[in-house]
């Protein structure tokens, strides 16, 4: 790089974080973008301090000290530490941080540096930052920490406070050597209560059953570092969120929470003591502003602390033990969020994220004073006025604008009150034009500096307003949004910035400038456009307005719409080859970023033009390296010779336009914060404005350019002679804005509806009115508030509706007219034959518009069918996925078996096929079995034919509790299996888990094979059912009953293979076909026509038709269809012109009618019977069915059992293998730990050595310092052997004599420092000779010299004494150092001890762990099936280390006693129960003789008040009753007799009647026999004879056979009226004669009942 000359911030603004610093008692620092800011409180002056990198990350300081320290933002980052007020660099602290630092922390008790470095290592790391040396580490300590705090009165301990951890640690120091011990502090639940600190090695959990404790490192089977991590206590609750610390003057922590909870820590040994509990409901009074302070930060005084609240408050808080007492109050505006004492502890200062600094100097005031008001927010651009005064204008992104002086001072502000996006100021009038998000552009007067006001505002988007320029002679203001229209506005005030017009470029705007050169009479605006979506090239377009100069004024600059007329406006285009994200127009050439390329290209300004349709391509002339971090915004100088670059990277460069290469750059802010949002030139391009973009800082730059006098005296006089050239303007214009009047909101709401227009000048204008300043301004038009082109559109649509009114009513008739007539041809159509009706598409006028709805349609239509059909491709996918994996993988499908009389169902077990492995698992384990049952069978033939008897001896249900399940009784059991007790090693239990899967594997195969026959089963029977019901259904019609049949069938469940398929009846909706589909469809169909039509004219069918009805056969004769033809006499004469043939006649009729009615009646009979019969067998056979499924579920629930029983078993045996494998893993465990603590232990016995010898040694360099120091006592009279013993002896008190300490103490009483008492080690050790020697100064002074002493003397005197003063100094500075190093050197060999016994421990509990393992595997469980009323119900948690085992003869003795005295007490109890049973059945015998006397006394009366005729009182007269019995009974006999022989006589005419019958039955059956033979052929005869009478004699056979009919008809519907006469008079004679009867007998009723 060429340095053409170097760039100076000349101040900046701006606040970056609310981290604020003394490093002075009256100076003050803070972070502003990449800078250090150094304000003085009293002064109010700032210097600054740029950072040496690309940003500045952590940051602290030191008042005590004058050192502040900070780290920069770089990959592998440094900390530098600097002096003030110098502010040169003391050191570079190179650490090993690869990212960034978190925290950085100084000690006030000596050169010592705290840091915290993020990811990866977060290492904790304190340096000695005078000799630039790490004295302590501490790797992955610090992760989640946000800050570092020294204790003030010892820097040997430091506390780190992380987002939900506090951790105090311990800087152990022995000579050079430092170690950092940490101590992590138990926060206090949600609640408040303490939280016990939980030992991470006794916490285990115990295992149900088996009563071994296991620990959850081990359970999770995780090794290492990584299982001592694990939570091994569960927290109760939520743990408190610290948020404020403070050391206080003991060396406790007081820390303060974001739940509102203050609490002390002691940092000795962690413990902690709760200061104030919101929750407590008996909160003093006066503590109860607390409860609603959220500690922000807390700082220690003398009186107490300092506790700032999010609610603005800041108390003083007096701690006494554990109470609590709130001193002060005070409250100011913002909410702080930093508080610091000065050095001196007589200023408190309060920072706030906003950007306000407050200082309270108690001595002074009790009030705070706001000493920086730096209002929050990022600067979103800045511009300078053109004026004469140097002023520059900013506004932030919350709408605050404000006024700077040249040198940082600011001079008003003006709360826009709206989200700004750009700001330029005019050249030609004192005011600023300000862009908005809600498309607003703001014009604002400057000439007040303390009090800018807002005098007009106009809406152009609706978009944020990007970019505003103004051309170099201000004639034109010009905007641009991301819509692609660019405005031009009159820039004068004197035309009330009246808008001209607007152009349209092809796509959204990147960047805009302008060029106006004085001696030519145009403005060129030059717009960077993006490539419209969906265009992929890659390329850029560039297009070049050019505006005449001169005012534009008349209709014929723009349109109607407002858009600026061609010959006013020349578009010229152009095209580059690359993306370019910015770009700048100068004189003949165009300066131009490319993020892509990184590069900085520069093109040669074409002389001819193009228009926008066929754009010329350019090329770079020329190409430099650019900003490594882009994209990039470009600036040209006033003067076109300085171009301005800045990007993300920070970097301010500039470049002169001649000779690109040559550059200077300036860090101005930071790149991790976004860098550079905006850079604007001076007038006199000397002095530049930059904007960060998160980092909230505008920093003022001056340009120093080396050699360049030329230069510099170039941009002067370019920008005197704009000056001058635009004075009588500025002169002209400004008067009219300052007597224009301020903008008020009806304003802005009164033009929402704009009246008129102004022609003359194309645009419209709005008026202003007055309002009161102080009262709030509106700057954001409504949401519903349209913009100027929106009003300028709607003015033309007005005026037009005004001029083409008459047209458009008369077009408006016309089409009411023509859409009546639609409407009555549409009526009409629909009233046609659907063969004459037209579509709805006919009657659509607008063929281009139907054709293209109909292509819309097609192409939604076939949209939705290609999203359709992905996804009932996406569901057939799944479909068969799931069919794969659940469906067809399943060797025994899932069914169930439902009864046919209730909710009953049984379901078998599905079943998957076994896998080769596990087929090869089982058989590899039986081959196991084999040979291990070989093996012992020789060697234990005597023991298991001793077993064998023993079984004997037991029932089957003994054999089932031996096995522990009831498999091996229903058969069902593998000879493999191992016997329970003999299950010693993991490799017999995991063979007997495979053993068990293959025996309830066979227990489930084996009852499906029982359920697939019972499935079948009811599968026949559902067919039988149905045959028997289509019997059922010819009877019913048969009998012409409507009756519902039952109809059984299979359910899903039962028949699951119907999920898989879909049936037509399911689809609802109507099938939608594809044009291929609808074309089968219908071929379907023709054929299907055809087909009818040719079987329809079958002369085959046609001939059996008419001979034979159709079938082949002869139907049987349906006898409740037949009726008998009454004869012709009937239908032809009355009754009374019959004759004696006649009556015969119809006396057969009648006859033959009973007849037909009585074989009617028995047939129907016959066929009840037989449904009957039909329903009453389905109902056995379901019936039966469903006691079968009961048996079947019965066997189920015992199945279940057996197969329940044996998962118990898996599960136990697979329970006692993991904790089998636990205990195992727990044993490595415990062996790596323990070898890890050997080693450690080696390296502590080591590390003590090596302590205890430095010990030693440092001992005898301190003994000997000792006596050398008892030397110079000794020597002391020796040494004034020439001085007389009188004076000798007086010079020895003096010799001994020492500065009074209680003296100076008393002295800092009044300071207010709380740590002014702070501990002596031995780093301080040159701080305490020096003041020690500083005092002694005081009795050096000849005033302490005793009379008559020669001064030669006393000089020697007051060396020899200076002499013995820095001996006893050195002697107490050893003795401190030996103090630290026998402290250092007891806390190894404790922690020596501690290991010691942490390694026996863990040996003990190693040993523990393995006789726990191997009892586990000595200490078999069996499972025993007990009988009923034997199983235990205790609880199964109980302590079983008390049971012991019982003989079976002695349970059984005990259970035959229990048996006998049971069945005492039963008897004893049914004895007592029949004496009560008998007692209660006597009562009722009473109750019921009770009931019977009252009976008897009833029917007593009711005989005395009975009427009997004369026969009942005969019978009641007669005495003798026995012969009037016997009388009865012989007439009985008699009758008896004669009815027999009458009944003799009967049987025998009747056999003779069936003999005869028979003969005529015989003879009737060769006459039908002969008939039958003979019938088709007179059938055929007859049909044909009837076939030609019809066809002859249609028309009289007609009307006779009608009139004939008729007249039947009428005869039988007055006999059926007759009939039904009679039968109603028959009823009625009926019931009179029963009641009648019932009137002659009123008492008979009641003598039967009684």
Same mark, same amino acid.
């Given at each position: 790089?060429?340095?053409?000359?170097?760039?100076?911030?000349?101040?900046?603004?701006?606040?970056?974080?609310?981290?604020?610093?003394?490093?002075?008692?009256?100076?003050?620092?803070?972070?502003?973008?990449?800078?250090?800011?150094?304000?003085?409180?009293?002064?109010?002056?700032?210097?600054?301090?740029?950072?040496?990198?690309?940003?500045?990350?952590?940051?602290?300081?030191?008042?005590?000290?004058?050192?502040?320290?900070?780290?920069?933002?770089?990959?592998?980052?440094?900390?530098?530490?600097?002096?003030?007020?110098?502010?040169?660099?003391?050191?570079?602290?190179?650490?090993?941080?690869?990212?960034?630092?978190?925290?950085?922390?100084?000690?006030?008790?000596?050169?010592?540096?705290?840091?915290?470095?993020?990811?990866?290592?977060?290492?904790?790391?304190?340096?000695?930052?005078?000799?630039?040396?790490?004295?302590?580490?501490?790797?992955?300590?610090?992760?989640?920490?946000?800050?570092?705090?020294?204790?003030?009165?010892?820097?040997?301990?430091?506390?780190?406070?992380?987002?939900?951890?506090?951790?105090?640690?311990?800087?152990?120091?022995?000579?050079?050597?430092?170690?950092?011990? %940490?101590?992590?502090?138990?926060?206090?639940?949600?609640?408040?209560?303490?939280?016990?600190?939980?030992?991470?090695?006794?916490?285990?959990?115990?295992?149900?059953?088996?009563?071994?404790?296991?620990?959850?490192?081990?359970?999770?089977?995780?090794?290492?570092?990584?299982?001592?991590?694990?939570?091994?206590?569960?927290?109760?609750?939520?743990?408190?969120?610290?948020?404020?610390?403070?050391?206080?003057?003991?060396?406790?922590?007081?820390?303060?929470?974001?739940?509102?909870?203050?609490?002390?820590?002691?940092?000795?040994?962690?413990?902690?003591?709760?200061?104030?509990?919101?929750?407590?409901?008996?909160?003093?009074?006066?503590?109860?502003?607390?409860?609603?302070?959220?500690?922000?930060?807390?700082?220690?005084?003398?009186?107490?602390?300092?506790?700032?609240?999010?609610?603005?408050?800041?108390?003083?808080?007096?701690?006494?033990?554990?109470?609590?007492?709130?001193?002060?109050?005070?409250?100011?505006?913002?909410?702080?969020?930093?508080?610091?004492?000065?050095?001196?502890?007589?200023?408190?200062?309060?920072?706030?994220?906003?950007?306000?600094?407050?200082?309270?100097?108690?001595?002074?005031?009790?009030?705070?004073?706001?000493?920086?008001?730096?209002?929050?927010?990022?600067?979103?651009?800045?511009?300078?006025?053109?004026?004469?005064?140097?002023?520059?204008?900013? @506004?932030?992104?919350?709408?605050?604008?404000?006024?700077?002086?040249?040198?940082?001072?600011?001079?008003?502000?003006?709360?826009?009150?709206?989200?700004? *996006?750009?700001?330029?100021?005019?050249?030609? &009038?004192?005011?600023? &034009?300000?862009?908005?998000?809600?498309?607003?552009?703001?014009?604002?007067?400057?000439?007040?500096?303390?009090?800018?006001?807002?005098?007009?505002?106009?809406?152009?988007?609706?978009?944020?307003?990007?970019?505003?320029?103004?051309?170099?002679?201000?004639?034109?203001?010009?905007?641009?949004?991301?819509?692609?229209?660019?405005?031009?506005?009159?820039?004068?005030?004197?035309?009330?910035?009246?808008?001209?017009?607007?152009?349209?470029?092809?796509?959204?705007?990147?960047?805009?400038?302008?060029?106006?050169? +004085?001696?030519?009479?145009?403005?060129?605006?030059?717009?960077?456009?993006?490539?419209?979506?969906?265009?992929?090239?890659?390329?850029?377009?560039?297009?070049?307005?050019?505006?005449?100069?001169?005012?534009?004024?008349?209709?014929?600059?723009?349109?109607?719409?407002?858009?600026?007329? %061609?010959?006013?406006?020349?578009?010229?285009?152009?095209?580059?080859?690359?993306?370019?994200?910015?770009?700048?127009?100068?004189?003949?050439?165009?300066?131009?970023?490319?993020?892509?390329?990184?590069?900085?290209?520069?093109?040669?300004?074409?002389?001819?033009?193009?228009?926008?349709?066929?754009?010329?391509?350019?090329?770079?002339?020329?190409?430099?390296?650019?900003?490594?971090?882009?994209?990039?915004?470009?600036?040209?100088?006033?003067?076109?010779?300085?171009?301005?670059?800045?990007?993300?990277?920070?970097?301010?460069?500039?470049?002169? *336009?001649?000779?690109?290469?040559?550059?200077?750059?300036?860090?101005?802010?930071?790149?991790?914060?976004?860098?550079?949002?905006?850079?604007?030139?001076?007038?006199?391009?000397?002095?530049?404005?930059?904007?960060?973009?998160?980092?909230?800082?505008?920093?003022?730059?001056?340009?120093?350019?080396?050699?360049?006098?030329?230069?510099?005296?170039?941009?002067?006089?370019?920008?005197?002679?704009?000056?001058?050239?635009?004075?009588?303007?500025?002169?002209?214009?400004?008067?009219?804005?300052?007597?224009?009047?301020?903008?008020?909101?009806?304003?802005? $709401?009164?033009?929402?509806?704009?009246?008129?227009?102004?022609?003359?000048?194309?645009?419209?204008?709005?008026?202003?009115?007055?309002?009161?300043?102080?009262?709030?301004?509106?700057?954001?038009?409504?949401?519903?508030?349209?913009?100027?082109?929106?009003?300028?559109?709607?003015?033309?649509?007005?005026?037009?509706?005004?001029?083409?009114?008459?047209?458009?009513?008369?077009?408006?008739?016309?089409?009411?007219?023509?859409?009546?007539?639609?409407?009555?041809?549409?009526?009409?159509?629909?009233? $046609? %034959?659907?063969?004459?009706?037209?579509?709805?598409?006919?009657?659509?006028?607008?063929?281009?518009?139907?054709?293209?709805?109909?292509? @819309?349609?097609?192409?939604?239509?076939?949209?939705?069918?290609?999203?359709?059909?992905?996804?009932?491709?996406?569901?057939?996918?799944?479909?068969?996925?799931?069919?794969?994996?659940?469906?067809?993988?399943?060797?025994?499908?899932?069914?169930?078996?439902?009864?046919?009389?209730?909710?009953?169902?049984?379901?078998?077990?599905?079943?998957?096929?076994?896998?080769?492995?596990?087929?090869?698992?089982?058989?590899?384990?039986?081959?196991?079995?084999?040979?291990?049952?070989?093996?012992?069978?020789?060697?234990?033939?005597?023991?298991?034919?001793?077993?064998?008897?023993?079984?004997?001896?037991?029932?089957?249900?003994?054999? &089932?509790?031996?096995?522990?399940?009831?498999?091996?009784?229903?058969?069902?059991?593998?000879?493999?299996?191992?016997?329970?007790?003999?299950?010693?090693?993991?490799?017999?239990?995991?063979?007997?888990?495979?053993? !068990?899967?293959?025996?309830?594997?066979?227990?489930?195969?084996?009852?499906?094979?029982?359920?697939?026959?019972?499935?079948?089963?009811?599968?026949?029977?559902?067919?039988?059912?149905?045959?028997?019901?289509?019997?059922?259904?010819?009877?019913?019609?048969?009998?012409?009953?409507?009756?519902?049949?039952?109809?059984?069938?299979?359910?899903?469940?039962?028949?699951?293979?119907?999920?898989?398929?879909?049936?037509?009846?399911?689809?609802?909706?109507?099938?939608?076909?594809?044009?291929?589909?609808?074309?089968?469809?219908?071929?379907?169909?023709?054929?299907?026509?055809?087909?009818?039509?040719?079987?329809?004219?079958?002369?085959?069918?046609?001939?059996?038709?008419?001979?034979?009805?159709?079938?082949?056969?002869?139907?049987?004769?349906?006898?409740?269809?037949?009726?008998?033809?009454?004869?012709?006499? /009937?239908?032809?004469?009355?009754?009374?012109?019959?004759?004696?043939?006649?009556?015969?006649?119809?006396?057969?009729?009648?006859?033959?009618?009973?007849?037909?009615?009585?074989?009617?009646?028995?047939?129907?009979?016959?066929?009840?019977?037989?449904?009957?019969?039909?329903?009453?067998?389905?109902?056995?056979?379901?019936?039966?069915?469903?006691?079968?499924?009961?048996?079947?579920?019965?066997?189920?629930?015992?199945?279940?059992?057996?197969?329940?029983?044996?998962?118990?078993?898996?599960?136990?045996?697979?329970?006692?293998?993991?904790?089998?494998?636990?205990?195992?893993?727990?044993?490595?465990?415990?062996?790596?730990?323990?070898?890890?603590?050997?080693?450690?232990?080696?390296?502590?016995?080591?590390?003590?050595?090596?302590?205890?010898?430095?010990?030693?040694?440092?001992?005898?360099?301190?003994?000997?310092?000792?006596?050398?120091?008892?030397?110079?006592?000794?020597?002391? +009279?020796?040494?004034?052997?020439?001085?007389?013993?009188?004076?000798?002896?007086? !010079?020895?008190?003096?010799?001994?004599?020492?500065?009074?300490?209680?003296?100076?103490?008393?002295?800092?009483?009044?300071?207010?420092?709380?740590?002014?008492?702070?501990?002596?080690?031995?780093?301080?050790?040159?701080?305490?000779?020096?003041?020690?020697?500083?005092?002694?100064?005081?009795?050096?002074?000849?005033?302490?010299?005793?009379?008559?002493?020669?001064?030669?003397?006393?000089?020697?005197?007051?060396?020899?004494?200076?002499?013995?003063?820095?001996?006893?100094?050195?002697?107490?500075?050893?003795?401190?150092?030996?103090?630290?190093?026998?402290?250092?050197?007891?806390?190894?060999?404790?922690?020596?001890?501690?290991?010691?016994?942490?390694?026996?421990?863990?040996?003990?509990?190693?040993?523990? /762990?393995?006789?726990?393992?191997?009892?586990?595997?000595?200490?078999?469980? @069996?499972?025993?099936?007990?009988?009923?009323?034997?199983?235990?119900?205790?609880?199964?948690?109980?302590?079983?280390?008390?049971?012991?085992?019982?003989?079976?003869?002695?349970?059984?003795?005990?259970?035959?006693?229990?048996?006998?005295?049971?069945?005492?007490?039963?008897?004893?109890?049914?004895?007592?129960?029949?004496?009560?049973?008998?007692?209660?059945?006597?009562?009722?015998?009473?109750?019921?003789?009770?009931?019977?006397?009252?009976?008897?006394?009833?029917?007593?009366?009711?005989?005395?008040?009975? +009427?009997?005729?004369?026969?009942?009182?005969?019978?009641?007269?007669?005495?003798? +009753?026995?012969?009037?019995?016997?009388?009865?009974?012989?007439?009985?006999?008699?009758?008896?007799?004669?009815?027999?022989?009458?009944?003799?006589?009967?049987?025998?005419?009747?056999?003779?009647?069936?003999?005869?019958?028979?003969?005529?039955?015989?003879?009737?059956?060769?006459?039908?026999?002969?008939?039958?033979?003979?019938?088709?052929?007179?059938?055929?005869?007859?049909?044909?004879?009837?076939?030609?009478?019809?066809?002859?004699?249609?028309?009289?056979?007609?009307?006779?056979?009608?009139?004939?009919?008729?007249?039947?008809?009428?005869?039988?519907?007055?006999?059926?009226?007759?009939?039904?006469?009679?039968?109603?008079? !028959?009823?009625?004679?009926?019931?009179?004669?029963?009641?009648?009867?019932?009137?002659?007998?009123?008492? !008979?009723?009641?003598?039967?009942?009684?």
């Amino acid at each position: 790089m060429d340095a053409m000359g170097s760039l100076e911030v000349r101040w900046i603004q701006g606040f970056t974080n609310s981290t604020v610093h003394f490093v002075d008692n009256d100076t003050v620092c803070y972070t502003c973008g990449n800078h250090i800011c150094f304000l003085n409180l009293e002064t109010k002056s700032k210097s600054l301090l740029q950072g040496p990198g690309r940003g500045i990350g952590a940051f602290t300081a030191r008042g005590t000290c004058g050192i502040f320290a900070f780290s920069e933002q770089r990959l592998s980052p440094s900390i530098f530490v600097h002096v003030f007020p110098e502010l040169h660099m003391r050191n570079e602290l190179k650490g090993t941080a690869q990212l960034d630092y978190t925290s950085l922390a100084l000690s006030d008790c000596g050169p010592y540096l705290g840091c915290c470095s993020s990811l990866p290592d977060h290492t904790i790391t304190v340096w000695n930052w005078e000799t630039a040396e790490p004295i302590c580490t501490q790797p992955q300590a610090g992760k989640d920490v946000i800050s570092l705090v020294f204790n003030p009165m010892n820097w040997l301990q430091l506390c780190a406070l992380g987002t939900a951890t506090i951790t105090v640690w311990n800087i152990e120091k022995s000579a050079s050597l430092h170690v950092l011990k %940490p101590g992590v502090v138990q926060l206090p639940t949600s609640d408040g209560s303490l939280a016990e600190r939980s030992v991470p090695t006794s916490y285990t959990v115990k295992t149900p059953h088996f009563g071994q404790n296991i620990l959850p490192s081990t359970i999770s089977r995780l090794k290492g570092n990584k299982a001592e991590n694990i939570v091994t206590k569960p927290i109760s609750g939520a743990r408190l969120t610290p948020t404020a610390i403070c050391w206080t003057a003991t060396s406790d922590l007081c820390v303060g929470c974001a739940e509102r909870y203050l609490f002390l820590v002691n940092t000795e040994n962690l413990s902690v003591s709760v200061l104030f509990n919101p929750t407590t409901p008996d909160v003093a009074s006066e503590l109860t502003d607390l409860r609603q302070c959220s500690f922000q930060d807390l700082t220690l005084n003398k009186n107490g602390v300092i506790a700032v609240g999010k609610d603005g408050t800041v108390h003083c808080i007096q701690i006494k033990g554990t109470q609590i007492d709130i001193t002060q109050t005070w409250q100011i505006e913002q909410t702080a969020m930093t508080a610091i004492y000065s050095p001196n502890y007589e200023t408190l200062l309060l920072s706030s994220k906003t950007g306000q600094i407050y200082v309270l100097n108690s001595a002074r005031s009790e009030k705070f004073v706001k000493v920086l008001d730096v209002l929050s927010g990022n600067f979103v651009a800045a511009a300078w006025s053109h004026a004469d005064k140097n002023v520059c204008v900013s @506004v932030k992104d919350s709408g605050e604008l404000q006024l700077w002086t040249v040198d940082g001072v600011c001079l008003g502000s003006l709360t826009l009150q709206a989200e700004v *996006t750009s700001v330029a100021c005019c050249p030609i &009038a004192q005011y600023a &034009a300000v862009g908005t998000t809600s498309g607003n552009i703001l014009f604002v007067d400057l000439n007040k500096e303390q009090e800018p006001r807002l005098v007009h505002q106009v809406q152009l988007y609706h978009s944020p307003v990007d970019y505003l320029v103004f051309d170099q002679e201000g004639h034109y203001l010009l905007t641009g949004a991301s819509d692609s229209h660019i405005y031009v506005i009159d820039a004068k005030p004197s035309k009330r910035f009246s808008i001209i017009g607007y152009t349209v470029v092809p796509g959204p705007i990147l960047s805009l400038s302008t060029q106006c050169l +004085r001696d030519d009479e145009q403005v060129k605006v030059f717009a960077l456009c993006a490539r419209q979506e969906g265009n992929n090239h890659e390329s850029s377009l560039l297009t070049l307005l050019s505006l005449p100069a001169k005012d534009l004024t008349g209709p014929e600059c723009v349109d109607r719409h407002g858009c600026l007329s %061609p010959h006013v406006l020349k578009v010229s285009s152009y095209e580059v080859p690359r993306p370019l994200e910015s770009c700048v127009l100068g004189v003949s050439k165009i300066f131009a970023y490319c993020h892509r390329k990184k590069t900085l290209q520069q093109f040669q300004f074409p002389q001819d033009t193009h228009g926008p349709s066929s754009p010329q391509v350019l090329q770079p002339e020329l190409e430099v390296k650019g900003h490594p971090l882009g994209p990039a915004s470009l600036a040209l100088s006033p003067h076109q010779l300085w171009l301005a670059s800045v990007g993300q990277d920070g970097l301010l460069c500039i470049r002169e *336009t001649a000779s690109m290469d040559r550059y200077m750059e300036l860090q101005c802010h930071p790149c991790g914060l976004g860098g550079v949002r905006s850079v604007t030139f001076s007038a006199d391009g000397l002095t530049l404005l930059t904007t960060g973009c998160k980092d909230g800082s505008l920093v003022c730059t001056n340009l120093r350019i080396k050699g360049g006098e030329a230069g510099v005296k170039k941009a002067a006089l370019n920008s005197q002679a704009t000056a001058h050239f635009l004075k009588n303007i500025f002169d002209t214009e400004n008067p009219v804005l300052v007597d224009l009047p301020a903008w008020r909101q009806e304003s802005c $709401l009164g033009s929402e509806k704009p009246k008129e227009s102004e022609v003359s000048s194309g645009a419209e204008t709005v008026d202003v009115s007055e309002q009161d300043e102080s009262s709030n301004i509106l700057l954001s038009a409504p949401p519903s508030h349209p913009t100027w082109l929106e009003g300028r559109r709607q003015a033309v649509m007005e005026e037009e509706n005004e001029k083409y009114s008459e047209k458009k009513e008369n077009l408006r008739k016309s089409m009411r007219e023509l859409r009546g007539t639609i409407q009555e041809m549409l009526s009409e159509n629909e009233t $046609l %034959p659907a063969n004459e009706r037209l579509g709805q598409k006919e009657f659509n006028l607008d063929l281009e518009d139907q054709k293209h709805q109909v292509a @819309v349609v097609e192409q939604e239509v076939t949209r939705v069918r290609k999203e359709i059909e992905w996804e009932i491709l996406e569901k057939c996918y799944l479909r068969d996925v799931l069919k794969r994996v659940c469906w067809d993988s399943m060797k025994v499908k899932g069914r169930a078996i439902k009864a046919f009389h209730s909710e009953q169902e049984v379901k078998n077990y599905p079943l998957k096929e076994r896998t080769e492995k596990e087929v090869k698992e089982l058989r590899k384990v039986e081959n196991i079995r084999k040979i291990e049952m070989a093996a012992c069978t020789k060697s234990s033939n005597t023991t298991i034919l001793k077993e064998d008897e023993q079984r004997e001896e037991d029932n089957t249900a003994e054999k &089932a509790a031996a096995s522990g399940s009831f498999s091996a009784q229903f058969g069902y059991s593998n000879p493999y299996i191992y016997d329970k007790f003999s299950l010693k090693t993991t490799e017999q239990r995991i063979n007997q888990i495979v053993l !068990l899967q293959d025996v309830i594997y066979g227990i489930k195969m084996a009852f499906n094979a029982e359920f697939e026959g019972l499935h079948r089963q009811k599968v026949q029977e559902l067919n039988r059912v149905r045959e028997r019901n289509k019997l059922i259904s010819a009877i019913l019609l048969e009998l012409d009953i409507q009756q519902q049949l039952w109809e059984p069938g299979l359910s899903v469940s039962e028949w699951p293979e119907r999920l898989l398929t879909v049936d037509d009846t399911q689809i609802k909706s109507e099938k939608c076909l594809s044009p291929e589909q609808r074309k089968e469809e219908e071929r379907k169909k023709l054929e299907e026509q055809r087909r009818s039509a040719a079987k329809e004219d079958d002369c085959r069918d046609r001939a059996l038709d008419n001979m034979m009805d159709g079938a082949l056969e002869v139907k049987k004769e349906d006898i409740l269809r037949l009726e008998i033809p009454p004869p012709e006499v /009937v239908l032809s004469k009355p009754e009374i012109q019959w004759t004696e043939e006649d009556k015969k006649v119809y006396k057969q009729y009648e006859k033959k009618t009973n007849d037909l009615s009585e074989r009617k009646e028995k047939y129907k009979k016959l066929m009840e019977t037989e449904m009957k019969r039909l329903q009453g067998t389905t109902r056995d056979a379901t019936k039966k069915f469903d006691e079968t499924l009961t048996k079947l579920f019965e066997k189920k629930i015992k199945f279940e059992m057996a197969v329940y029983q044996g998962k118990l078993q898996i599960a136990q045996l697979v329970c006692s293998v993991l904790l089998e494998e636990e205990m195992r893993n727990r044993e490595l465990e415990l062996m790596l730990k323990l070898e890890k603590l050997l080693a450690h232990k080696d390296e502590l016995e080591e590390e003590v050595k090596l302590r205890e010898e430095d010990v030693e040694l440092f001992h005898e360099t301190y003994d000997t310092v000792v006596a050398e120091d008892k030397i110079l006592d000794k020597e002391f +009279r020796k040494e004034f052997c020439d001085v007389p013993g009188q004076i000798v002896d007086h !010079l020895y008190k003096l010799f001994k004599r020492r500065p009074r300490v209680q003296k100076l103490r008393t002295q800092t009483d009044n300071n207010p420092n709380p740590f002014r008492d702070q501990r002596l080690c031995g780093s301080q050790a040159p701080d305490a000779l020096g003041k020690m020697l500083k005092a002694m100064e005081e009795l050096d002074a000849p005033e302490h010299k005793p009379e008559g002493l020669n001064p030669s003397i006393w000089e020697r005197f007051c060396l020899v004494r200076r002499t013995k003063t820095e001996s006893e100094q050195k002697v107490k500075v050893k003795a401190l150092a030996l103090a630290e190093m026998q402290a250092f050197l007891q806390k190894r060999r404790d922690e020596n001890e501690a290991a010691e016994q942490e390694i026996k421990n863990l040996s003990e509990e190693r040993e523990r /762990v393995h006789k726990a393992k191997n009892q586990s595997l000595i200490d078999i469980m @069996v499972q025993v099936v007990l009988k009923q009323g034997q199983v235990s119900t205790a609880d199964v948690t109980a302590d079983d280390s008390d049971f012991i085992l019982l003989h079976r003869s002695v349970v059984e003795e005990l259970n035959k006693t229990i048996r006998m005295l049971g069945e005492q007490k039963i008897a004893s109890m049914v004895e007592c129960k029949d004496f009560r049973k008998g007692t209660m059945q006597l009562e009722w015998e009473h109750k019921v003789i009770r009931a019977q006397i009252e009976d008897l006394n009833t029917k007593a009366r009711d005989i005395q008040t009975l +009427r009997l005729s004369e026969e009942q009182r005969d019978y009641l007269n007669e005495t003798d +009753r026995e012969g009037l019995a016997s009388k009865q009974v012989s007439n009985l006999a008699k009758t008896i007799d004669y009815q027999e022989m009458t009944h003799q006589y009967n049987v025998q005419k009747r056999m003779k009647e069936i003999e005869h019958l028979n003969k005529q039955a015989a003879k009737k059956a060769q006459k039908n026999t002969i008939l039958e033979q003979q019938h088709p052929e007179m059938q055929v005869t007859v049909a044909e004879r009837r076939q030609i009478h019809d066809s002859a004699d249609s028309e009289e056979s007609l009307a006779s056979t009608s009139e004939d009919s008729f007249r039947v008809i009428a005869q039988q519907r007055k006999l059926k009226d007759l009939a039904r006469g009679q039968v109603e008079d !028959l009823v009625f004679l009926e019931s009179e004669l029963e009641r009648l009867r019932m009137r002659s007998f009123p008492a !008979l009723d009641q003598l039967k009942h009684n």
